[in-house]
Every structure is written in structure tokens, then in C-alpha cells.
């Protein structure tokens, strides 16, 4: 099977998750299957049918140098290995290192479907425009529930400050996401430091170090739009809060600064884990890290949101 010689001629699984990962990207997929389609294809007319710039063309083209080569007249051609995940890519439309190596119960690919959904996040951050626009409605509707509701965020929990305003409010929640974003980038970076440190691979550059934080292709941007785009579970709290409040049972009337019932708090943590379940998949898939340690970083996410938490409530 296609999928069996893909394992033995990329036999590091470092190596074959490296080029999975670089084809998540949507212009690479397309030059692949570009190139794929036409055989062989010269530059230009790669650059024309893809709509892209020359700098961009040559930019992915240099990321895809094990896939794609050039041969004597100076045309684009697949290499074996492009040339196997070319026809995955024309069979499957998607590569997954799971799937390449085993085969999924329809259980488990629900599951992985739920609680990694790559296939949600994905169209929306391959372009920073369409990135930009989810970003910001998602943001919007969150903050039209959230100053109903008279309730201001800090990273990722909910308070009830007795002196609310809506300058407070943005302020705060501008800090949140800008907090995330650092968060989020620095412990990325950490990992790859020590991803390269136990390869014994050279030290990275600061190029790549500032990449991190600013990277091509608009991934900053991205990056911070799908933080965005991520806290919009965090709805489901300020929008439970305005049934409650309009049918009158008093579960999330809080008594203090933060949440104090069973039900609000409970309310909390659900939509505390739909920011986990989207911010892992986004950040596995911007920053090419394999699911656990973007889950991980999620995870601890929300242990830095109720470490502030417990500075905000000693401080009030």
C-alpha cells in the first residue's frame, strides 16, 4: 500500500511528521498538487496558476526542498517521496501521521474529530484575512454577552467587579489576549529550544527566535486570531447567565468578585474546556506541534488563568 512505502522511505517518524506538518499549510498543499497534476512546471507558470507573489512561491518552495526538486531545464518536478504524498493527498484530500500508520476505528476517528478538530480550524487560519474576520466576530459576540451580562474576563476566567465600566472591560480583555499570545509563543519556543537541544541539532538562530513571536506569512497574526477565535466558548457562560437571569432562578447571581454558585462555576469549566478543545488544535496546527504538547500548553493556559485568578481575589 501508498501508505506502507511512505512509512519505510521515510522511516524517521520525525521526518515523515516534518512533512505532514509542512503541508498543513494551504499554498504548499496547492503547490504540491500543482506540480503533481502538471508532471513538471516552470516557476512562472507555478506562480501564475497559484495567484501568489514570487517571494511567497520561493519562500514555501525552500520548505517543500525534500518534496519538490528542479531537474535539468530548471523545471519544478515531485520528488519519490512528493510523489507518494501527492497521490495520498489526491486519495485521502488530507495527511495525518495517525492515519498514515494506523487504521482508525470510526470510534476513534469521531473522537479525534471532537477533541482535535483540526478540520474546524483549519479553512479559517489558512488565510490571515479570514483569520482577521473570525477573530474579530468572535470576539465581538463574546464581549456583547459578556457587557450584558456586566462581567469582565481575565485570561480565561469570568469576574463580577462591583465598580464595572466598559473601558475596564476592554482593557482587560485586550491584556488577556495579549498575555495568551506571549504565553502561548514563549512555551512554544521553549519546546522547540529543547526539542533541538535533545536532537543535538545547531543552536537556533535569532532569526527564528524572533520568527517565533513574528513569524512569515502572517502567522502572528493568525496566531493571535485564533487565540480569539478560541475563547469564544467562554460565550456559554454570560449567555446561561441571561436565561438565568430572565427566567429568574438566581444560580449565577454571584455574592462576590468571582462566580459563587455550583452551577455558574460548573458553567465555567465546560466553557473553559471548548477553549482548551479549540486552542489545542489551533496551536498544533500554527505551530507545528504534535497534539500532546499543544494540549499541554492549553492545559496550563488555564492554570495561569486561576493563578491570576488568586492574585486578583487577594487584590480585591
Partial sequence: MIEDKLVAEMSDEKEL??????LRHRVRRRIIMTIGDAGRISATTLRDKLGISTGSLYYNLKQLDRLVTQDSKRNYVLTEEGNIIYRLLKEQGDLNLETIKTTQSKLEMMLSNIF???????????????SLLAGVLSITFL??????????LIILHIY?????SINSYVLKLLLSILIIYLYVSATSL????M???SSGEEKISLRRLISMFFGPDFQWVKLICSIMISMLPLAIYPAIAFVDRVAGWGQFMS????????????????????????????????????WHVAALISFSVIYLSIVVQYIVVLGS
Fill in 17 to 22: 511528521e516534518e512533512a505532514i506538518w509542512l
Fill in 116 to 130: 482535535f478538530p483540526i478540520w474546524l480550524v483549519a479553512p479559517l487560519l489558512d488565510r490571515a484575512r479570514l
Fill in 143 to 152: 464581549s456583547a454577552l459578556l457587557l450584558n451580562s456586566k462581567a469582565e
Fill in 160 to 164: 463580577h467587579f462591583p465598580n464595572f
Fill in 190 to 193: 521553549i519546546h522547540d529550544l
Fill in 195 to 197: 526539542t533541538r537541544r
Fill in 255 to 290: 455574592k462576590g468578585v468571582i462566580p459563587s454558585s455550583m452551577a455558574a462555576n460548573v458553567t465555567l469549566v465546560i466553557a473553559q474546556l471548548g477553549v482548551f478543545i479549540l486552542l489545542t488544535a489551533t496551536l498544533s496546527y500554527l505551530r507545528r506541534l504534535r
